[in-house]
Structures are given as structure tokens and as C-alpha cells.
């Protein structure tokens, strides 16, 4: 069982290209406990796992410099109430998703070797920062690759608190054809989310239908095909528009609104009652998180918080 522990300053460099992570979880089972947990600045991943049927709810990754969500080789547990905010200038991925790892990739291996990774992905708050100058396109949001699987519901990916100007930062990408081809026939569905990022999506299905039509369910595509599985999804491609309200601090807002002002009606996938990580009626990360709030943090966070 891990339930409230706080990993710190994972941040020593084992080998070149070799960093510790926060939580390394390596083909660990559904029997195992994880819940409230936090990973505070680590050089590496912030939570990553190889393999395994682990659940994890109630995590917050603040300031990881890699992926805050690490998965691959065939892991197929569920994520629920995940708090990620990265650095304002240090951060790759919220989350970062793979079926083989770049090992295997590279040996020739098919990217859709079983045991197939099919992880979900439940009411994750993802707060991106500015790209860092050694990186222009650091900052992401969900990123697939290398063949996975994966269930993203009632999320929140937001990119709006810092000022993108060169619209390099994106909220999802799936950028290799085993994992677009699972995307468009509905064995990667997305449900009740919300992308807010300046480049929202970037590049095709493997058809070539772009990742927008994909996101928005439409019921024809450029190509003629139907992703009416994707269901309550929303795309915002101008997050710091004064109309846009969809978080308060790192708040889910009780009223969302897009840049023209309407209400997102959007409805949650049970038995969640809510989209995103966390709200101020239910703030489970009060009393043990560090780094959030005064009295509890060496710095207030990079953006305004209420």
C-alpha cells in the first residue's frame, strides 16, 4: 500500500539519459494500493509504468521535468484524479504513452506486439507551461506513440495560463499509425474532455482525417468515416481569450465557458460528477500535497492562484 506519501527531488542522474523517476512501477498488480500520492520536482517521470494493472487514484505530479504520467509494455490499469502542473519554463509531457519502449522500437519489434497497453485515464487536470529554450516544443499535453491503447474521460488539458506565442506547445498528439489506426476504429476512445491549447491537436489519423474531426466525434470525417464514440469533447484553440473560464487556480470551474462565452455543457462519465482533477468543494488535495499552497511550498505556484 502507498496512500498519502510524497516523493521529492527525484532528480540524480543515474547515466546519460538515465534519470531516477519519482515512482517507478514495474509490472505491479491490481492487489497493490496507490492512492494519494505526489511526485514534487523529479528530473525524470514523475509516475511510470512498465507493464502491470496498478490503479492510482488521487495523484498530483507538480513540477516534473519529463512526463508527469509514464506509461508502456502492455499496462492496463486505471489513473483517476490526476493533478498535473508543470514548471513554467521546464516541462515535457503530462502524459506519455507507449505500448513498447524505445528499445524495442528500435530493434525492428511491431509497435503492436502484444500485451497490448490500454490504460484509462480518468478526470486528469493537465496545466501546461512555456516552452524551455533548449526544447521550443517541451510542453505537451497527451502524447501516443509506439502503438498503445488508452481510455481518456472527463479531462481537462489547459494551456492557457502561459502566453504560447509560438504555438508550439499542443494538448494531444498520436503520432505513429499502429496508434492512429486504434484512435479511429474506437479502441482509443475520448469522452467529456477538453482541449484548450493554442495548438490543440497536431497532425492526422492514419488515414489522413485530421485529429480534430477525431476529437469532436464528428459523424462524417474528411474521409468519410465516423467517430461518433468520441462523445462530449471539446476543442479551444485560444485558451487565454477572456471568455475562456475553464479553471480556477488548478480549480475544475464550476461554469465553464469556451472563448465565445458559451457554457460547455458537458456531461461527466460516471461515476465521476465532475470534469478534471479536482474542485473547490472537493479538495482532496488539502493537508498533505506540498508546493500548492502557502504554508506548504518553498514558492508560490507560476500562475494565479484563488
Known sequence: TLRYVVVKHA????????????????????????????????????????GGAVNVDHYVGLYVRDDS??????????????????????????????????????????????????????NLTCILSLPDAGTPDSSQGIVMRRGPRAQYINSIVFGGYANDATANNRCMEINDNVSRAFARTGQTPMRSSILACRQATRGNLDTGAPLTEWVRGVATSTNGASYTFNTGNVIITDPQNVNVSLLSGFYTATTRRDDLGNTIATTPVGPAT?????????????????????????????????
Open 69 to 122: 504520467i509514464d506509461y508502456s509494455d502492455g499496462y492496463v490499469g486505471r489513473i483517476e484524479y490526476a493533478l498535473v502542473i508543470q514548471s513554467l519554463t521546464d516541462g515535457n509531457r503530462c502524459v506519455e504513452g507507449d505500448n513498447i519502449g524505445d528499445t524495442r522500437a528500435a530493434a525492428g519489434e511491431p509497435l503492436d506486439t502484444p500485451p497490448l497497453t490500454n490504460p484509462t485515464i480518468a
Open 274 to 306: 465532475h470534469l478534471g482533477a479536482v474542485t473547490r468543494a472537493d479538495d482532496w488535495t488539502a493537508g498533505w500535497t506540498y508546493g500548492l499552497r502557502a504554508g506548504a511550498q518553498g514558492q508560490p505556484l507560476w500562475f494565479a492562484t484563488p
Open 11 to 50: 532528480v540524480f542522474v543515474v547515466a546519460p539519459d538515465d534519470e531516477l523517476n519519482g515512482i517507478t512501477f514495474n509490472a505491479v498488480g491490481s492487489g497493490t494500493t496507490v492512492s494519494h500520492v505526489q511526485v514534487y520536482s523529479a528530473f525524470d517521470d514523475g509516475i511510470e509504468f512498465f
